[in-house]
């Protein structure tokens, strides 16, 4: 998975001039700020939150239609920013704030229009304050934070779960149980990646003397991989 991450400088920085292509050079021009990838970044960012305002006003189809091909969007940024050498500190930042910024929205609007049980929704809520407050350590300390994959397997696992639960609440008979069950298979994955990975993560961040994972991220991704697997089968067994 590609990671809207930049390390220590813009992508273009790290090669000469006269090889930057067009989408580097106009990155350069503009400090970084305009990008197709920060473009796709934005665009993901309206459309989500204007699917969680459809759904505020009880138009779940709409809501549910937009928030979805949003956070699809989000999942490209990356990708095309890796593509076109134009990842940087800023489009990272664009990337990091806006999906925070989206997922206390959601919580807030699934808290007020009862969209996911209520349970589902603490354990949610808890995972981002897990999150939030170990990044929050690493940057009191001085320490440079950047997207972990724990925390994008965690974000995908977050909307997948919202998503779910909602179409759940709307629908009946099989759909509604089918859609419940993968909604319980996302939230245990959020429990893992979003919460314990990404959190162990930052916290490694904020105290690199420690060491804490000598593992390294790829042990990471093998227990992402074998809790899906294992939670997808269990959840749909639950269908039987």
């Not at 197709?36 to 934005?42: C, E, F, G, K």
Request: hydrophobic share 40%; net charge negative; with cysteine.
């Amino acid at each position: 998975m590609d990671l809207h991450r930049s390390e220590n400088k813009p992508d273009w920085e790290k090669i000469p001039p006269e090889d930057w292509n067009r989408w580097q050079k106009l990155a350069a021009r503009t400090h970084g700020w305009i990008t197709p990838a920060n473009a796709i970044t934005a665009l993901g960012f309206i459309c989500s939150a204007a699917g969680m305002y459809q759904l505020d006003k009880d138009n779940h189809k709409s809501g549910l239609a937009l928030l979805a091909f949003g956070r699809t969007l989000d999942l490209g940024d990356g990708k095309i920013s890796d593509l076109q050498g134009t990842k940087s500190g800023k489009g990272e930042a664009l990337d990091a704030g806006g999906d925070n910024l989206l997922a206390q929205i959601a919580l807030r609007v699934a808290r007020r229009k009862e969209l996911i049980p209520r349970p589902a929704l603490n354990l949610l809520a808890a995972g981002r304050v897990i999150v939030n407050g170990s990044s929050m350590v690493a940057k009191a300390r001085g320490n440079e934070i950047h997207p972990s994959l724990g925390g994008k397997f965690g974000g995908f696992d977050f909307w997948a779960a919202s998503c779910a639960y909602v179409v759940a609440k709307y629908t009946e008979g099989v759909v509604s149980k089918a859609a419940e069950a993968v909604g319980d298979v996302a939230l245990g994955g959020y429990l893992v990646h979003g919460t314990i990975i990404a959190g162990y993560d930052y916290l490694n961040d904020a105290f690199p003397e420690l060491r804490l994972h000598e593992r390294g991220q790829d042990a990471h991704a093998a227990l992402a991989v074998e809790y899906v697997d294992d939670g997808l089968v269990t959840g749909f067994d639950a269908l039987d």
